[in-house]
């Protein structure tokens, strides 16, 4: 580029604008895709030099040259003019209007045996899809004797497209309309890419293997991390599926942010589904498949639990965005998901002070909300499901602390708190039976007896525990094995239990309430009992 072209009239005007515009037309010079080729790629006879590494072309059988990026119509000319008849194919993808003033032919321009195909970006399109094909099977067969020159440059990533299997073109174009849209960084769109493509992340590399690769890059990222250039297709994958998985995470914290913002949108996502059941063949319908798709992503994150033991629909399954998922929470469970929120991955089962503790301070406190609430459920399904005073006891407790941050009479921050010390006093309870020295379950007919406070300060703990000890051990001699559907077994239980009442002298006021508590704990005992028989 000649000094002129920056000719401009504060430029004219100017006392140094003639050493201004040699200064932009040398800096412009420096960085031509082409000259910067030349500067690093020299050919002397039989020995190719890249960069200081030499390459002896005697050896090679095959050279083929593959790239993709806005500048590689100029990179594949500076590689033609070095190299001439020693290619022997090649394939460069660019953008649309950059395959420069190189020969046409019919579908596409060319340098020598280089074809220059051009395709849309920054958003993946067809054409894309089928040069990335094209380009894939001038690598089949590539042996060790044979050289791989790839030419990669800003905007490769749109360019060179292989979506993984299972995965469709308009998933892909959605995720990435939608991650430019909001803002995303490249680094971050990148991430996505790799871990939904066959030829990003050193996947192009792989496909040539065993081959030898000489990359040539043309940087447009800060920093220069070739992982991030174009995807790196030559280049290994240091990112992770929960990297990826991550990306999705504040969206999702967003939204239990909001006013019932939870409820309100997958209200919203169950009516989307269903009209989309309805008339998702319709064109109309079609255009709103990739929006779809994504919020999909979102409503799957608000769904997991902490067990994932329900089955998912082919519909499910076959979401492309859902990949992510499927790998990186499906597969490992969803304490994955924890990880993304800033915490520990928990021991289900073990809520400790270090995990509550960094729960608290979470960054991304409806996010850590929502899982805290998931894990405490568990926590008392699991370990309550024998004792019915304690799940009611522990379930309203969570109920009611739900319903309060829900309108909005506490924040998140205080929320937390108060699942957090519901935690901690959970953890204790489920020692007691040590300190009552009962096993767990002569606990849970001793709380069933001691529903009502008045009761243990009448008998006294003592004599209460005498009473649970003696219950449990008659009942349990009592059930047979179909004994809740019997009505005449379960009138002689109810007349066993309150001659035991009787006998311990348990409050009369009471009584007929307890008999119906503890039948009920019984009946939530049996199948243990009969499993154990």
């Excluded at 639990?305 to 499910?316: A, I, L, Q, Y």
């Excluded at 009787?502 to 009969?530: F, I, N």
Aim: proline content about 4%; hydrophobic content about 45%.
């Amino acid at each position: 580029m000649q000094p002129d072209s920056f000719q401009t009239h504060s430029l004219f005007a100017s006392t140094h604008g003639a050493a201004i515009r040699r200064v932009l037309a040398a800096a412009i010079q420096a960085v031509d895709p082409h000259t910067a080729v030349l500067s690093r790629l020299k050919v002397d006879g039989d020995l190719l030099v890249a960069g200081g590494q030499p390459y002896d072309l005697s050896s090679v059988r095959r050279i083929v040259v593959a790239g993709a990026g806005k500048a590689g119509a100029p990179m594949a000319r500076a590689v033609s003019e070095l190299l001439g008849e020693r290619i022997s194919a090649g394939l460069v993808i660019v953008k649309d209007g950059h395959a420069g003033a190189a020969p046409r032919s019919a579908r596409y321009a060319r340098y020598a045996r280089i074809e220059i195909h051009e395709a849309a970006h920054p958003v993946p399109d067809m054409r894309g899809v089928q040069a990335t094909r094209r380009l894939s099977a001038l690598l089949d067969g590539l042996t060790r004797d044979d050289l791989l020159i790839c030419l990669i440059s800003g905007g490769g990533s749109a360019l060179l497209t292989a979506p993984d299997e299972d995965i469709s073109l308009p998933d892909l174009q959605a995720l990435t309309g939608l991650l430019l849209a909001c803002g995303a960084d490249i680094n971050e769109i990148n991430c996505l890419r790799k871990h939904l493509d066959q030829v990003k992340g050193g996947g192009l590399a792989r496909r040539a293997a065993p081959a030898r690769v000489l990359t040539l890059i043309l940087s447009d990222v800060m920093g220069n991390p070739l992982d991030v250039i174009a995807s790196g297709p030559c280049v290994p994958d240091p990112s992770t599926y929960p990297q990826a998985l991550a990306l999705l995470v504040p969206a999702a914290n967003h939204l239990l942010g909001l006013p019932n913002g939870k409820q309100r949108f997958l209200d919203a996502m169950a009516a989307l589904t269903l009209a989309n059941s309805l008339c998702g063949t319709l064109d109309q319908a079609a255009a709103l498949r990739t929006e779809i798709a994504f919020f999909s992503a979102i409503k799957a994150i608000l769904l997991k639990h902490t067990t994932v033991d329900r089955k998912r629909t082919e519909e499910e399954k076959n979401s492309a965005l859902k990949q992510i998922l499927d790998n990186a929470v499906i597969a490992q469970g969803v304490t994955d998901i924890f990880a993304l929120a800033g915490l520990e991955k928990p021991n289900i089962g073990l809520l400790s002070d270090a995990f509550l503790e960094d729960v608290r301070k979470s960054p991304l406190k409806n996010l850590a909300l929502e899982l805290l609430e998931r894990l405490l459920r568990d926590e008392i399904r699991s370990h309550t499901r024998s004792n019915l005073v304690q799940q009611k006891k522990y379930t309203d407790r969570l109920l009611e602390t739900l319903r309060k941050y829900h309108n909005r009479a506490i924040e998140t921050a205080q929320v937390i708190e108060e699942l957090i010390a519901m935690a901690k006093d959970f953890q204790e309870a489920l020692k007691r039976h040590k300190a009552l020295h009962l096993n767990p379950d002569e606990v849970a007919f001793y709380d069933a007896l001691a529903e009502r406070p008045e009761v243990l300060q009448q008998m006294g703990d003592a004599t209460l525990k005498q009473l649970a000890n003696e219950l449990t051990a008659k009942l349990r001699e009592s059930t047979t094995v179909d004994w809740q559907v019997r009505e005449s077994v379960r009138a002689k239980m109810r007349l066993l239990i309150k001659r035991l009442l009787r006998k311990y002298k348990y409050p009369p006021e009471g009584q007929e309430a307890a008999v119906d508590m503890v039948l009920k704990q019984a009946e939530a005992l049996a199948d243990t009992w009969s499993a154990a028989a």
